[in-house]
């Protein structure tokens, strides 16, 4: 193999490999991308069930009685 098949050999590798870490860049955004999307989602559904469980002690309060309820 002469020095110029070697070097045309090696640019196309180069170039492959290249296209194929774009690729992996692109797929790695999207990854982040659904890991803020699952962090967004997991903080609302906290969110949700803190505003679940405050309504429901206030309910609970007024039902009850703050004191536990009277006979």
Do not use: C, H, Y
Request: no cysteine; net charge positive.
């Amino acid at each position: 193999m002469t020095p110029e098949q070697r070097m045309a050999t090696l640019e196309a590798k180069l170039e492959q490999q290249i296209k194929e870490i774009d690729g992996l860049r692109s797929d790695v955004r999207e990854l982040v991308d659904a890991w803020k999307a699952a962090g967004a989602l997991v903080a609302l559904v906290k969110t949700a069930a803190a505003v679940v469980l405050a309504v429901g002690v206030i309910v609970g309060a007024f039902k009850f009685g703050i004191n536990g309820g009277t006979k």
